[in-house]
């Protein structure tokens, strides 16, 4: 076959092969295939070295024109098969905006860690600091140095859960105090959220639960700047025009001590189920820091006077949510935790 026939079958071929290309890949191939270094074309052309001097011009001539043919039919080609391919993927990844969508859950607050902020952040607001300690406890931070000796029958009240080695979970936050009392020296101003344990399970204890301790430490702390904290605690929790008590009571570690309680949520102090007919219900334990607590810590109780107090997260979140049951709150049920939307108010500036 001449040079110039061969070079209009080459042709041919490509043109055929480019309107069938059905992908701008498959065009790009077949560009490689028929014009790319050795491709076809330049494969036809090596053939020009057995020509006439003279002939070889024509047929330069003869394949640029080719190469020019096949470019501009690949160019038509390419857009094209650009196009149909844009809109096949634009078809393909349509949203149908009319669809319903997909609801998200919001994340809200666990209540109680509403309750525990709200907490945290009363205190705070009036200069006390946030401190922590360990769940497990030594017998010695738990009971002793608080004034709880080994057969002391307030060990009793609190139904300890102990460890082989003799350490416990602790049963309260008061450890916290002598671990910040030894560490630090006065003015101490500590409050101290955490988890505490007691082999206790009804519909208003759970073995696992949370308090708040309290600890102020200074010179002249009397009984009333006790009264007045607590005082401003409660009616900031609950509301202004609650009622306040303080009623006598005994804790080991302080002396002399009392119970609080502030006038029911819900009846008003006319008595109801939830304050058990009184009126009144019982908020925290507190007391004036006993000069044994201050002994073991290594400060002169003539020296120092301090208060302390410990309450409750669980209770303090039931009445002021309306909760019958203790377990509601670790059963991690939406249907009840989205019933707690409400934005903690130390975080909406309310409490000031
Ligand atoms: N630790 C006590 C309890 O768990 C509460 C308390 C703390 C009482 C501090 C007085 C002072 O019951």
Redesign the pocket.
């Given at each position: 076959m001449s040079l110039v026939d061969q070079l209009q079958t080459l042709k041919n071929k490509a043109f055929s092969d480019i309107q069938q290309a059905v992908s701008t890949q498959a065009l790009e191939e077949i560009r490689v295939e028929f014009l790319g270094k050795k491709g076809l074309l330049t494969e036809v052309l090596k053939g020009m070295a057995t020509l006439d001097v003279a002939q070889r011009p024509l047929i330069g001539q003869a394949a640029n024109e080719i190469k020019t043919e096949i470019q501009a039919l690949y160019q038509e080609r390419v857009t094209g098969l650009q196009r149909q391919e844009r809109d096949a993927r634009l078809r393909e990844e349509a949203v149908d905006v009319s669809l319903p969508g997909h609801g998200t859950d919001l994340g809200l607050r666990h209540p109680l860690n509403q309750v525990l902020l709200e907490v945290t952040a009363i205190f705070q607001n009036l200069g006390f600091s946030v401190q922590e300690g360990p769940d497990v406890e030594s017998d010695y931070y738990n009971f002793e140095a608080l004034n709880i000796p080994k057969d002391h029958p307030a060990r009793d009240m609190h139904d300890t859960f102990y460890l082989k080695n003799g350490d416990v979970l602790r049963?309260?936050?008061?450890p916290v105090?002598i671990r910040t009392m030894t560490q630090q020296t006065p003015p101490i101003r500590i409050i101290v959220p955490g988890k505490?344990y007691r082999c206790d399970t009804d519909v208003t204890h759970s073995p696992m639960f949370h308090?708040v301790?309290g600890l102020y430490v200074d010179k002249d702390v009397t009984f009333s700047q006790l009264k007045g904290t607590l005082s401003h605690f409660l009616k900031t929790f609950f509301g202004k025009d609650k009622k306040v008590r303080f009623r006598p009571s005994y804790?080991p570690?302080?002396e002399p001590?009392t119970e609080v309680d502030v006038e029911c949520v819900k009846c008003e102090g006319h008595g109801c189920n939830v304050c058990k007919r009184s009126g009144w219900l019982e908020i925290?334990?507190?007391?004036m820091v006993n000069r044994k607590v201050f002994d073991s810590v290594g400060y002169d109780p003539d020296q120092v006077t301090g208060f302390?107090?410990?309450l409750g997260i669980e209770r303090l979140a039931m009445l002021k949510f309306g909760i019958p049951d203790i377990r509601f709150f670790y059963e991690n049920d939406k249907r009840f935790l989205g019933q707690f939307g409400c934005v903690p108010k130390a975080l909406t500036g309310e409490i000031k």
């Open positions: 049963t309260h936050t008061s105090q505490v308090q301790e804790f570690f302080t001590s925290l334990g507190a007391g302390a107090f410990g």
